[in-house]
């Protein structure tokens, strides 16, 4: 099952499904996308290449649309996937977004120096490093790095097709954190070029997940620097810590 980004229902916006890793040197000849339940619906349609696009719209606020999507090969294989959209008034993505899981995996993979790791690894090992990824941004999300990472429905049901969820600009953070955690069940190490490359990521990540705290002003704040005279014209004062009100000095 493909999970895509959450959306506002009013917004509208494209999501794609790509067939590229299924059909390899096959290609889409024909294919359906319908909605199966739920109120979002499909504005336009159509499919380049391996990738089927589809505009969508609408949707319930807390409702979940599903779509299903058929193939037809020039090879004559039949395919189908299930795709589930989930709106909801606060969804607030960060843009932009527009990575797969796969494309983090194959950037740990790659950072292993497992170029061809479509060839070199089983299902079971590229399903393992997914559910890494799960617990990776799991992890990071109750540590102050809250990417907005499109999590499956249930714990080990995510699939690599999914949509990210993640700003662009924190993928290859994610990747080199990820590989990190794989290399040494591979028996990999990583070079000094990882590392500094690695450090400038997480700098990046850091930067787009900072939240802004807000400081009371000291006593010794210069007047007009942000800071006013507490006079009894003054409703409110702050003094150090402690709000008084004026007119009770």
Request: proline share 5%.
């Amino acid at each position: 099952m493909i999970i895509w980004n959450p959306k506002k229902p009013d917004e509208t916006a494209a999501y794609t499904i790509d067939w590229g890793p299924e059909l390899l040197l096959d290609a889409i000849e024909s294919y359906s996308l319908s909605v199966t339940s739920g109120a979002a619906t499909i504005v336009e349609q159509a499919f380049a290449g391996n990738i089927v696009t589809a505009l969508i719209t609408g949707g319930a606020d807390g409702g979940t649309t599903v779509f299903e999507c058929e193939i037809t090969s020039i090879a004559q294989q039949v395919l189908s996937k299930t795709v589930t959209l989930y709106t909801i008034d606060t969804a607030n993505p960060k843009i932009p977004s527009s990575s797969t899981k796969r494309a983090i995996v194959a950037l740990a993979f790659q950072e292993c120096r497992l170029n061809n790791y479509q060839f070199d690894l089983t299902p079971a090992e590229l399903n393992a490093a997914l559910q890494k990824l799960d617990n990776l941004m799991a992890e990071w999300a109750v540590t102050g790095r809250d990417l907005g990472y499109n999590y499956p429905i249930s714990y080990g049901m995510g699939d690599l097709e999914d949509e990210s969820g993640i700003p662009n600009a924190a993928v290859q953070g994610a990747g080199l954190e990820l590989a990190l955690r794989i290399a040494p069940n591979m028996g990999k190490s990583w070079s000094r070029e990882s590392k500094q490359a690695y450090t400038q990521s997480m700098i990046a990540i850091d930067t787009i997940t900072a939240v802004p705290v807000n400081r009371l002003l000291t006593r010794t704040t210069a007047l007009g620097a942000g800071n006013k005279p507490w006079t009894t014209w003054e409703p409110y004062a702050v003094r150090g810590n402690r709000v008084t009100n004026s007119g009770i000095g």
